[in-house]
């Protein structure tokens, strides 16, 4: 598939609504830097998106600021022990005047599907949601319907030893483009969250900013973005080097290649680059691959994470910026 080159206005275009959107998410939410500009290079390479953290630390009110930045559609599901697959995707209802069935849509028929606390729900819900992420389309009662576009999940879930979860099986932590920690805050940044939420609520000042055709403009331009062979040769480096550590059963797929590269686009559209650079890659690296790896006994055992595996292996992977800078961009 052929893609246009961005041109510098396009580009531009990319940097200022991510530049919008940000600022609406910091006056909801202040120091997380890394976890906001990962979550917009997802939105931005059209990925689905994983928030994992400790109940209270803001993951639900980054999704829910997300949603109000963006002008678009949303959907949002409080996902519960007795939720069931078409409190998901919809029903269809008889309807006796007319003597026929009504599909009801269900909230995933949205531009942006807000899953909050994923993995409180059965297994069987969780993949009411894997049609969706994967084909953008529901089937209910053998008719397929395609969803909005652009299209995008993001989910919320408490760690997998926390009372009354359920893990996400691998098939649907690998749906997901990313997944973030969100972390305590500074601080700093806590005190600024105090005087924040002092009698008010901030969320009610969060205004949209982008429209739908502006986000769908935005990944089309990211699309273009070019990715050197030396610079996709260091991304399967990365990957491959999943597979082969010792600390690590499971090594990354090869749509966890195909992903990491949209992302690592998607970062360097935000920066108003139109290629990529191996920095693109590192900083998105974990993000894109933690959750899609399982760590070893060992590694377990000796309380590694699959993050900190990632980690060590970019810092043994050769960064071809240090053998052929020029070979980086185009031309």
């Known amino acids: 598939m052929t893609t246009t080159v961005p041109t510098a206005a396009q580009l531009a275009e990319v940097a200022d609504l ?5 600022e609406q998410l910091h006056t909801v939410l202040s120091g997380l830097d890394d976890a906001v500009d990962a979550t917009l290079a997802t939105i931005l390479a059209e990925g689905h998106l994983l928030l994992e953290d400790v109940p209270g630390v803001g993951k639900t009110t980054l999704a829910r600021a997300l949603g109000r930045a963006l002008d ?53 819900t969780q993949a009411a949601l894997l049609e969706s992420m994967q084909e953008k389309a529901v089937t209910v009662d053998g008719e397929t319907r395609p969803l ?22 691998e098939a649907q932590r690998d749906r ?58 260091y991304l399967v480096d990365v990957v491959r080097g999943t597979r082969g550590s010792a600390d690590l059963r499971l090594g990354a797929s090869p749509r966890s290649s195909l992903q990491l590269l949209a992302a690592a686009k998607a970062r360097a559209a935000m920066a108003g680059r139109d290629h990529v ?13 933690a959750h899609r790896v399982i760590p070893a006994a060992q590694a377990r055992a000796a309380g590694r994470s699959a993050e900190a595996v990632i980690h060590d292996i970019l810092a043994r992977v050769a960064v071809p910026a240090a053998r052929a800078p020029e070979a980086l961009s185009r031309g």
């Open 277 to 289: 650079l191996p920095d693109d890659v590192k900083a998105l690296a974990a993000p894109v691959l």
């Open 18 to 22: 991510a530049r919008r959107v940000r």
């Open 72 to 124: 678009t559609t949303v959907g949002r599901i409080q996902f519960t022990p007795d939720l069931l697959p078409s409190d998901v995707t919809g029903v269809s209802v008889f309807r006796g005047d007319e003597h026929r069935f009504e599909f009801r849509p269900g909230p995933v028929f949205a531009n942006i599907v807000v899953a909050d606390e994923i993995n409180r729900a059965s297994p069987k």
């Open 176 to 233: 997901f483009m990313t997944r973030i920690a969100v972390g305590y805050p500074s601080p700093g940044d806590e005190i600024a969250m105090l005087d924040a939420h002092d009698g008010h609520d901030p969320l009610a000042e969060v205004r949209p900013v982008a429209t739908a055709a502006d986000l769908e403009r935005a990944i089309a331009t990211v699309r273009g973005i070019y990715a050197s062979p030396a610079v996709k040769q």
């Open 148 to 169: 909005p576009s652009p299209f995008l999940v993001v989910a919320t879930q408490n760690p997998i030893d926390m009372e009354g979860t359920y893990p996400l099986p």
